[in-house]
């Protein structure tokens, strides 16, 4: 059968980041993103100060409880029209989430041991890098709207 394609050439990862259609993603990402991270650093909060979890295992276990929920909120939302399937996206995610995590673990344990900042500050300043980090991921190569 014959396929039939756009004739205008594809754009390099640069213009797609820089895009409208990026920004417009990035936007919606952000609030799925707060609503995410505010259960992040109250799930962090309560297991640090009423289970007395060490402040890095807390911060592991809001990660990965947040970004649960930020699948569940954002996949139809954020990456509208995608032809990913529920359950693989979801691995792929939980893959992009691990290496937000490594982000997240590396920069924040720099900041506990480096600096004197609250451990709930430096977990937002953290955030900042290890989202965009995983944005682009997702957007790029699991749901490849980008």
């Given amino acids: 059968m014959l396929e039939v394609r756009d004739a205008r050439p594809a754009a390099?990862?640069?213009a797609r980041l820089l895009s409208r259609k990026a920004a417009a993603m990035l936007a919606r990402n952000t609030a799925?993103?707060?609503?995410?991270?505010?259960?992040?650093?109250?799930?962090?909060?309560?297991?640090?100060?009423?289970?007395?979890?060490?402040?890095?295992?807390?911060?592991?276990?809001?990660?990965?409880?947040?970004?649960?929920?930020?699948?569940?909120?954002?996949?139809?939302?954020?990456?509208?029209?995608?032809?990913?399937?529920?359950?693989?996206?979801?691995?792929?995610?939980?893959?992009?989430?691990?290496?937000?995590?490594?982000?997240?673990?590396?920069l924040y344990a720099a900041f506990l041991r480096y600096t004197s900042i609250n451990y709930l500050v430096a977990r937002v300043i953290v955030s900042v890098f290890a989202g965009?980090?995983?944005?682009?991921l997702n957007a790029v190569l699991n749901f490849r709207r980008l």
């Fill in 32 to 106: 799925v993103s707060c609503v995410a991270f505010v259960f992040d650093l109250a799930l962090l909060w309560a297991l640090v100060r009423w289970a007395g979890m060490s402040k890095l295992m807390a911060a592991a276990i809001g990660f990965v409880a947040a970004n649960t929920l930020h699948y569940a909120l954002g996949r139809s939302w954020i990456f509208r029209g995608t032809d990913r399937g529920v359950a693989s996206g979801y691995v792929y995610f939980l893959v992009n989430a691990g290496i937000g995590l490594a982000v997240t673990m590396a």
């Fill in 12 to 14: 390099g990862l640069s």
């Fill in 132 to 136: 965009l980090t995983v944005f682009v």
